[in-house]
C-alpha cells in the first residue's frame, strides 16, 4: 500500500488551493457524476456542511464533490465556490428546477497556525474553493504541505510549537477482485502519529529534545504541564473506490474506516479533534455484504497509511 502504487480511480479527480503567504488552503476530491457517498464523524469537535444529505436516512444518493479545508468554521465558506464551479461544469443533483450540486465539507483548526502574522486573516472561501476545483487532476495527488494540510500540525499535547508538521497523504491500492481503492487524509491531529508497529512517527518534543509518548504524559497527570487553551485540531480522510457500492455501504465503509484513524494517531477522536472520513464509490452499486467488508477493510488500512503519508510528507513548520 505505498502512496505513489497506486493511481486514484478512473474518473477522479483531487485539486488543491494552498495560500500562498500564510498556513492554510482547501483540497476538493470530484468523483464522477452519480458517485454515492457516505461519512461518518468521530471528533468531539467536527465543523460541518451538507453532511446529513449523505447520512443514510437522506433521499439524495450521490455527492458532487467532497471538500477538505483549513479555517474552521470560516473555511467552510469555500464549498460556495466548489459548488459554483461544479454548477458551471453541469455536475449536481437533478431536481426540477435544474442541477443542484452537493459538497459535503468538512474542516480542520489552523487558524493558530501562524500566530504572529500581520495583516487580515487568510482563511479558504468561494474563490480559493473553486481554485481547486480547477487545478484538480487525476494523478496522484501532491502531498505534504499543501491544500487543507497547509497549516496542520500533530502531536500537539505540550503546545503546537513541540508539536511536528502535518499534511496532505495519499494510500492506495488495488484489491483482489480489482477494485481501486484509494485515501486522501488531511492530517492536524492532537494525537501522535504512529507507525504501523506502534512506534512514534511524531510526537511532542520534550525540554531536551526528546520524542515523548501523549498518552504516558496524559495518563501521569490531569493535563500535561504547560499544555496551551488552543488545542484545536482534526484529521479529515476521503476513501474513493471504483467498488459498486450502494449509498449505505459507503455508510458503512466510511465506518470501518476510521478504524485507521485509531490505529494512526494516539489519542485519537478527542474533544479537541473534529474527525471526518467521507467514502465515494462510483461502480455500479449493488448491496453485497462481503464486497463492504473488503472495501472497508482496505480502506481502513489506507487511511492509516495515508495519515502517516501525511506527516511523512509534510514539509511546513509548526
Sequence with gaps: MSPDATPLPAGFEVGHWTAAAAPTGCTVILPPPGSRAGVDVRGGGPGTRETDVIGPYANPQEATA??????????????????????????GYATPAGLVPLVPAAVLYDLNADPGRAGAPVRPGPAEGYAACEAAGPDVPERGSVGAGRGAAVAKVLGREAGSAGGIGYAAATTGAGETVAVIAAVNATGDVLDASGGLIAGPRGADGEMLRSVEMIAAADAPAGIPPERQSTTLACVVTDAGLDKLSCAKVARMASAGVARAIDPVFTPFDGDVVFTLSSGEARVDPWQVIRIGSVAASLVAEAIRDGVRSATAGT
Design 66 to 91: 467532497i471538500l477538505l479545508t483549513g479555517g474552521s468554521a470560516h473555511g467552510l465558506a469555500a464549498a460556495d465556490g466548489v459548488v459554483r464551479w461544479c454548477e458551471e461544469h453541469g455536475r
